[in-house]
């Protein structure tokens, strides 16, 4: 992933979290709002709720995976942000993919051409 794709600063998640729109799945919440941009920011979060650090490494590890593997059918010009749930934990990247696709296609984020 891109340096400049990565949604950073402190006053993009203040936005995204305050006016951006939010689906939850059984394994992650994900927060959405359009930038005006020609390309997407992700972020990836993981509370303390989630675990210790090795679950909480472990869950954005799956979600950036997961991404990766999605990463062609999203569309651009959004500021997305996958936080983990408790759930996540012990749980396969196949099945972190499966529930992130189901929400993204809920959220309306998927391109119709891509893989």
Do not use: W
Not at 25 to 53: C, E, T
Not at 56 to 66: A, D, P, Y
Not at 73 to 94: L, P
Request: hydrophobic fraction near 35%.
């Amino acid at each position: 992933m891109l340096r400049k794709s990565t949604l950073r600063k402190q006053q993009d998640f203040k936005l995204a979290y305050n006016k951006g729109e939010s689906k939850v799945s059984r394994f992650m919440v994900v927060i959405y709002r359009k930038n005006n941009l020609p390309y997407s920011r992700i972020a990836y979060v993981s509370s303390k709720k989630v675990g210790n650090s090795v679950k909480r490494n472990r869950s954005r590890r799956l979600m950036k995976e997961s991404y990766r593997l999605l990463n062609r059918r999203i569309r651009n010009g959004y500021d997305v942000v996958f936080i983990a749930r408790n759930s996540i934990n012990g749980h396969k990247c196949d099945e972190v993919r499966r529930s992130m696709y189901g929400v993204l296609r809920a959220a309306n984020l998927l391109d119709s051409k891509g893989l």
